[in-house]
């Protein structure tokens, strides 16, 4: 595993502070929370949507660190690196996340196994650390099923699961059929989601609070969008999880990662791109998800819809979708 820091010092002076008095790394009372951006699908906006909310945290005086856990791919951890290159040659001084990865390529500065599963306990160890120093650990799981992506899920104090406004992608809650749409059972996801709450809870850990990021929407009210969000709405009471309107369908979310920019970043000095009214609107939305995060309000006022379900009652909520 690569357990090295960054390059370059983080300029957020919160980045390295000591540890705090009593902390006992993830689950005590003083240490930070673990956020987990987690779908078996690839494609949903889980890297784009981790960097906004880092930034995010960041911007609000929180510490973070953040923790690259796809080993093949490794999105994260390239949009880190184009920020800290990008702030260097531009002379900006971007926050930065204190970043880890987890499993590299072989040959890389990672350990390169081929088994995620021998990657837990050295992933465990890391986040305690980091939780005993920061007030938030985001971790970016990769866009498949494997150990390590599962056994994150049961060490989220947040988890969250961004989905594309479709039918297809809400096959990764539930199985939904028929005309108009009705549940037809749960899905292996929300199998996953559920055995890592209960092996959370046997742990003595913090219930997990299960966010379902709606992303990709489009401007249009079409009845297939009226449509999925009723579902939605249905899907959270019976399996437990709040949900939210993320990200439109924008050009800026793709075109800002080659300088490892986000849309918050927009209006400092020598950012080179000249702010709009879509990225005005882009801005609202991660404020929206950081507001969810940082629970700043409660419930419907916060733009989340909440779901009934606890660690505790998703068992027969799920056995009865």
Known sequence: MNDLPTDSPSPN???ARPARPGGTGGTGVNAGKTVVLGNEKGGTGKSTAAMHLIVALLR??????SIDLDGHQGTLT???????????????????????????PAGSAGSGTADPAALRPETDALIDRLAATHDYVVLDCPGTDNALARHALSRA????????????DLDL????????PRVLGPSVYSQTVWEGRQRRA????????WIVLRNRLSPLDSRNKKRVGATLEELAGRIGFRWLDGFHERVIFRQLFLQGLTVLDLREDGAGVPLNMSHVAARQEIRRLADAVLERQAGDA?????????SEG???????L
């Open 13 to 15: 002076p919160d980045a």
């Open 302 to 310: 916060a733009g989340a819809r909440t779901g009934t379900a606890d």
């Open 157 to 168: 104090d947040i988890l969250i699961t961004p989905i594309n406004d479709s039918f297809v």
């Open 60 to 65: 609000d005086g929180r510490s973070v660190a």
């Open 78 to 104: 390239r949009y880190v690196e184009n920020r800290r290159s990008f702030a260097e040659s531009e002379g900006l001084r971007l926050q930065l996340p204190d970043h880890r990865r987890v499993g590299g």
């Open 202 to 209: 046997m742990g003595g850990g913090r219930p997990i609070d």
């Open 314 to 320: 998703a068992e027969p909520a799920l056995a009865g």
């Open 173 to 180: 809650l539930a199985r939904v059929g028929g005309t108009p």
